[in-house]
């Protein structure tokens, strides 16, 4: 019998079901409502990985395996993780003791097997998420690759797992842009979805704002001031060609259409700022939003059919929504005087911004596109501005003043567990943009 036949003939008759074999309840699971401010984290068990073979690379292999696919769902903020002092002995066997682990106060259990073929290079994992209330399996999966590769197949999983349980995918193969003086000048950088993995993307010692990402993930636009007046430049992740648009006056704050290689952006062309969609060498497409006071800040509904944009028409800068089929727009915040940066979910539901009070100051909100269900995330933690929604909708980083200077946060759509990004950066961090 050969090696990788020896790992599914193992794990079938210890997990004791065929794999993939999930029932018709289990198709369209969810387990809790991410909206939710009060929600109470799900409890799940992670046992060390079971190395199949005795060699130093799977044993480093394992270990690593069990902290990281905790890490990566704790990171969610959804789970509560144990992966130590478990006992192996409830796993190993022709079948799960279900009643053992609902004893423990655990309502998820996954369990996994790790085979490397030290003569081909090559490892073998195969991963299962059970719902131990019910007794089922939810999730299974298996994958081969490199040895190298064993965190991608991790990441693979955890997303399956976020996928099944709460519809939601694309968090752990995400990016994130933004600004940092760290060099005593405002670049752009991109980090992993976790603040890891910092990359320096320009070197213009110059002032450089406003990233954002197009929908293909491949280019970034962002303002700059490398030629004295703000222009906004387009830059290939990927090493195509890059671009400039340059106008006469303002040029700023670049959003991506979504499935489209066209930008709006704000120009000043006849006096106040305007929004235009634009191609990305500078031909003017459309006019989105011109009138009467300032018009900035354009960001797109996941179906692109309407733009969120903040406008002073009203007296004070505002939140307002443009419906393209109907060529509408409609105001959306009535409280606070100052509201700007606003974020659309790409679940569609909600618009993440930054409002201003007297009475708390500088904050985040949440608000449905038709202005109802407004709720304040943030609150006696400095000034919190500049959301943006992870690719899955589940979570939101922005930029707080709370811990001496401008960092990065990351908490839950609902304001939940709210932490620093990038821990050991230097200078300013600010106006995140999360890829898609």
Not at 25 to 32: M, R, S, T
Not at 140 to 146: D, E, L, M, P, S
Not at 180 to 197: A, L, M, P, V
Not at 275 to 301: C, L, M, N, Q, R
Request: charged share 25%; aromatic share 14%; glycine share 8%.
């Amino acid at each position: 019998m050969k090696p990788m036949n020896v790992l599914f003939y193992i794990l079938f008759f210890t997990f004791n079901m065929p794999f993939f074999c999930l029932s018709d309840d289990l198709q369209n699971l969810k387990f809790i409502d991410v909206n939710n401010p009060f929600i109470n984290k799900i409890p799940v068990a992670v046992p060390e990985f079971i190395p199949l073979g005795n060699n130093e690379i799977i044993s480093e292999i394992s270990q690593d395996s069990n902290d990281y696919l905790g890490y990566l769902l704790d990171f969610t903020s959804y789970f509560r993780v144990s992966n130590s002092n478990l006992n192996i002995d409830n796993i190993v066997g022709t079948k799960i003791d279900f009643q053992e682990w609902k004893r423990k106060g655990f309502e998820l259990l996954i369990t996994a097997g790790l085979f490397y073929d030290k003569d081909t290079g090559f490892l073998e994992m195969e991963i299962r998420l059970f719902d131990v209330l019910k007794e089922e399996l939810t999730v299974g999966k298996r994958y081969t690759g490199k040895a190298d590769d064993y965190r991608k197949m991790l990441k693979k999983f955890a997303s399956e797992i976020m996928e099944k349980m709460f519809e939601n995918t694309g968090l752990f193969e995400s990016e994130i842009a933004f600004v940092s003086d760290e060099t005593g000048q405002k670049e752009i950088y991109i980090c992993d979805f976790d603040g890891t993995n910092i990359k320096k993307i320009t070197n213009d010692k110059s002032i450089n704002i406003s990233p954002a990402w197009s929908s293909d993930n491949d280019y970034i636009a962002y303002t700059s001031y490398k030629r004295k007046l703000p222009e906004i430049f387009i830059q290939s992740l990927k090493g195509k060609k890059n671009y400039i648009v340059s106008k006469k006056r303002l040029s700023i704050t670049p959003k991506w259409v979504p499935g489209k290689f066209s930008l709006a952006a704000v120009f000043s062309i006849d006096g106040d700022p305007d929004i235009y969609i634009i191609s990305p060498t500078g031909e003017i497409i459309e006019t989105a939003v011109k009138g009467y006071g300032i018009d900035v800040s354009p960001a797109f509904s996941p179906d692109g059919n309407k733009m969120v944009f903040v406008s002073g028409r009203g007296g004070s800068p505002q939140i307002y929504v443009k419906d393209f089929t109907d060529n509408t727009i409609r105001r959306v915040t009535f409280e606070g005087n100052y509201n700007t940066s606003p974020s659309w979910s790409p679940r569609g539901d909600y618009i993440a911004y930054t409002g201003m009070t007297k009475e708390y100051g500088i904050n985040i909100y949440t608000i449905k596109p038709d202005g109802s269900s407004q709720r304040m995330l943030t609150y006696s933690s400095g000034d919190n501005e500049e959301p943006s929604w992870s690719p899955d909708g589940s979570l939101i980083v922005f930029t707080s003043s709370r811990n001496n200077g401008k960092k990065l946060f990351l908490m839950t759509r609902s304001g939940e567990d709210q932490r620093q990004l990038i821990v050991n950066m230097a200078g300013n961090q600010s106006e995140p943009a999360w890829s898609h």
